[in-house]
């Protein structure tokens, strides 16, 4: 086996938009992303905490998509261990040029075994540090990409390829009595994740998140939506996830891309670092207040572009974490209660 490329980190994600300045007025008005550049039919966002040209680029075009997610790895060898890593696996893997992308070097894209469009990247152009421009922050002062969350039909062969890519396991939603796997969060920076798999139609993006320094960031952007009569873009939250004790805020957008505001999750990076494992019927996983989750935020995901940039068809769910949580609630008072399967 190669040596896989060595990922720093997710980097960036490429979101198409059907409304530019639609998509404009929400993600940096409201909710307070920083607009690092721009050009006809195009704007580059990033965080408060980020010192390179993006973490985000929004493109206008005919659906709502994930084009690709980007990885930054740690020298420019890795593109070329990248470029090897998924030749061998027998997926589609194409070289860009440097600038093909404004603020982003040379590239390998690729297409995983699951059907995602993946970028690897070395080179990002650095930008003016922003960190304590507090006169420049606004709705929920977002600092920094944290993770990106895909749905998959299935999260054993996502376990499988991520685990050769390198990436580490932080915590896993399970049936403990069956073995199936519902649900993994890996990381490659030190925290619980770069990359969660939720089982779901895929593939699709489920979800991307951002980290915010404080949970009274999120608490205020829910005031301020409410205030100005846009509380309607909230999906599931405020609230304290049982997987990763991140604090967290779900919003849709208005071409449903599903954005989570999230903050103060925990440290991974001991080398003896191990997994928590959460049976599918906790009903503490997913909220540890145990709030039930709404129905949308297990179902509605967005589409993946291929390398020509065309929609990837999508295969069913195999199994359903709902159906299976439903056997069991456990109510906030502790006490459980059987429930109809849906
Ligand atoms: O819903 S979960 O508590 O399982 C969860 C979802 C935990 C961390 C996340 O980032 C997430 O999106
Ligand atoms: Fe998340």
């Known amino acids: 086996m190669n040596t896989p490329p060595d990922i720093v980190r997710v980097a960036y994600v490429d979101l198409v938009v059907t409304d530019l300045q639609r998509a404009r007025d929400w993600w940096v008005d409201l909710i307070g992303f920083h607009v690092q550049d721009e050009a006809p039919g195009v704007l580059y966002l990033r965080g408060y905490e980020e010192f390179v040209h993006h973490s985000v680029v929004l493109r206008e075009g005919p659906i709502a998509a994930c084009a690709r997610i980007g990885f930054r790895v740690r020298t420019d060898d890795c593109l070329d261990r990248a470029e090897k890593f998924f030749r061998d696996r027998g997926c589609a893997v194409q070289r860009v040029a440097a600038g093909a992308t404004t603020g982003l070097g040379e590239a390998v894209r690729a ?15 650095r930008v003016e ?53 519902y649900a993994t969060w890996m990381f490659r920076k030190q ?11 895929g593939p699709m993006l489920h979800h991307v998140a951002f980290a915010v320094p404080e949970s009274h960031n999120i608490l205020g952007l829910a005031d301020v939506l409410g205030a100005h009569d846009q509380a309607h873009w909230i999906e599931r939250g405020p609230g304290r996830h049982g997987v990763s004790n991140a604090f967290y805020l779900y919003l849709r957008d208005p071409d449903g891309h599903r954005i989570e505001i999230y903050t103060t999750d925990y440290f991974t990076g001991d080398p003896d670092h191990e997994p928590i494992r959460w049976d599918v019927h906790d009903e503490r996983r997913r909220d540890f207040w145990a709030n039930p989750i709404v129905p949308t935020w297990y179902s509605g995901s967005v589409p993946v572009l291929d390398l020509d940039g065309n929609p990837t068809p999508i295969v069913e769910q195999a199994a359903k974490e709902t159906t299976a949580a439903k056997k069991v609630t456990v109510g906030a008072d502790g006490l459980g209660t059987v429930v109809d399967d849906d």
């Open 191 to 201: 925290t619980v994740h770069d990359m969660a798999f939720t089982m779901g139609s």
């Open 129 to 181: 540090p922003l960190v304590q421009r507090y006169d420049l922050r606004r709705g929920a002062s977002i600092n920094r990409l944290d993770h990106v969350n895909v749905a998959t039909p299935s999260i054993d062969d996502s376990y499988e390829v991520y685990t050769d890519l390198g990436f580490g396991l932080s915590e896993t939603i399970e049936d403990t009595a069956d073995g199936t796997l």
């Open 111 to 125: 297409v995983d075994p699951l059907g995602f469009t993946l970028e690897f990247v070395h080179q990002m152009e």
